[in-house]
């Protein structure tokens, strides 16, 4: 069985422009969570989706937002690029009906470079 | 709000020691607690997890965490520590249904494990 699955694995940006980053989830999964990990600043929450609809939201600014799709699989959006957005980016995923968050499945993470 | 400290950034053991890894959670409620462990250039994997219950947990490759209320702690303990075992590790709290934290893990800063031959 397929892990999560996140593409690219590394992107690299300039100043401004906006990044797309994709999430598939373990089959028969529907929560999708991303997490940023920047050095210095540890893994932070950005966003929850379960169903098609956020359900949650980390503190960050609103040039971060996301979407999840009809078949779970999900992206990520980074508008106006500033260079602290240079980060690993995370995806998880879980099961319905499992107590939240009671086993996340992550992926390997893109590698967003901000130049 | 939840937060999780992990005091200690990197801890080097020689392999075959006994490891612990300390973690401190503030949190308004029972938490849902969890220790994570990623290698180089891979995702993060669960090791074990605490809801409720015995506060001794076991989790996969040997690990062990005991939930300690009173000391608003979570420790993770091996008794033998292997070279594979040589990775980041994770404490993290995990927000309850129907408070704003809800779906949302907050990770402490990380421990990274050396292990000596």
């Known amino acids: 069985e397929a892990g999560v699955t996140q593409s690219p694995t590394h992107l690299i940006k300039t100043r401004g422009q906006q990044a797309t980053l994709r999430c598939s989830p373990i089959?028969?999964?529907?929560?999708v969570y991303w997490y940023q990990q920047a050095l210095g600043l540890g893994l932070q929450f950005l966003l929850w989706?379960?169903?098609?609809?956020?359900?949650n939201r980390g503190n960050f600014p609103p040039r971060f937002s996301g979407r999840q799709f009809p078949n779970y699989s999900s992206e990520l959006n980074v508008n106006a690029l500033e260079l602290e957005d240079s980060a690993l980016y995370l995806c998880a995923s879980s099961l319905r009906g499992q107590t939240l968050m009671e086993k996340l499945f992550f992926g390997s993470g893109t590698q967003l470079s901000v130049l | 709000a939840q937060s999780v400290t992990q005091p200690d950034i990197h801890i080097t053991v020689s392999e075959g020691a006994s490891l612990e890894l300390r973690c401190n959670y503030s949190?308004?409620?029972?938490?849902?607690l969890f220790w994570y462990v990623q290698s180089p250039g891979q995702g993060l994997q669960l090791l074990l997890k605490y809801f409720s219950g015995d506060t001794l947990v076991q989790g996969i490759k040997g690990f062990e965490a005991e939930f300690k209320r009173s000391q608003s702690s979570f420790n993770l303990r091996k008794p033998s520590v292997h070279w594979s075992d040589a990775a980041e590790y994770f404490c993290?709290?995990?927000?309850?249904?129907?408070?704003?934290?809800?779906?949302?893990?907050?990770f402490g800063q990380g421990t990274i494990l050396t292990v000596h031959p």
């Open positions: 949190y308004g409620a029972t938490p849902y």
């Open positions: 993290a709290v995990g927000g309850l249904a129907g408070g704003t934290s809800y779906g949302k893990l907050t």
């Open positions: 989706y379960d169903e098609g609809e956020e359900r």
């Open positions: 089959s028969g999964h529907t929560s």
